[in-house]
């Protein structure tokens, strides 16, 4: 079976897809099989991808009309699910266990890979209530700003919620500190700031800092795996340096 990771925070653009891109590229690096699954609705995933958001796409699964297998897109950055747009459509998700259908869905193909990585949109809405649902653990990005910190009391709430009621084994892993910059003071203050946070919230920050650098948004445009486009750079090296910790962790469970 494999290790369902949910990348999450309400907070819009602290780096949730970008993470979850850089630790899948690091991950296939290692040979471990990964999937990737956008629950975007802005398809960021998908576009940073270069995969295909014409047609089939996870909205198909929400709308119980598609065959999961079928809905798999084999890309130069490895294999991935991609948000179509219907899913950005009001009421895609009713009935009873709505909450449940991500799980559901990606049961049969769940032996196939190692690591699925679903990257979710900046809400705590149904969609992200599907991902946690469906994920064995918890990684969330933050920023080292004042906001961020603001935002994981929410967070923290909704994840609790979850665990009574669609998930008791779900594991908050860590928040992962992205877009770091050593020499900006109150970077360095805020991520004390958010270890004792993490504390209190009865998790950790990931040791491995994601630095700011440019490589990022250049291989973004690119549309290339952060590995094969800057294998040198300072993220290249994070984002491995990050897989290998979620490695260690998720191999303890
Ligand atoms: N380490 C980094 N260095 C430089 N730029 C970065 C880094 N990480 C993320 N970015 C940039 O920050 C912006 C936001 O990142 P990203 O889209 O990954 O955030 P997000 O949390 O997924 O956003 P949203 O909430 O909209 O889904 C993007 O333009 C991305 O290129
Ligand atoms: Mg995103």
Known sequence: MAKILAFINQKGGVGKTTTCCGVASAFRKK???????????????????????????????????????????????????????????????????KEFRLKEALLPVSDAYDYILIDCPPSLGILSINALTAANGVIVPVQADILSLQALGQFSATFSAVQT?????????????????????????IAKLLRQTAGKLGTKVYDTYIRENISVKEAQGAREDIFSHSPRSNAAADFKSL???????TSRS
Do not use: C, M, W
């Open 31 to 97: 040979k471990l099989s990964t999937l990737l699954v956008d629950v975007d609705p802005q398809g960021n995933l998908t576009y940073i991808t270069n995969a295909d958001t014409g047609n089939a796409g996870i909205a198909d699964i929400f709308t119980k009309k598609g065959n999961i297998a079928n809905l798999i897109q084999k890309t130069q950055q490895g294999d991935i699910i991609s948000a179509n747009p219907s899913l950005a459509a009001d009421g895609l998700l009713r009935g009873a266990n």
């Open 165 to 189: 009621h669609t998930n008791k084994e779900l594991s908050f892993l860590g928040l992962v500190i992205t877009r770091y910059n050593a020499r900006a003071i109150i970077n360095q203050e």
């Open 243 to 249: 897989a290998d910790e979620i490695v260690k962790d």
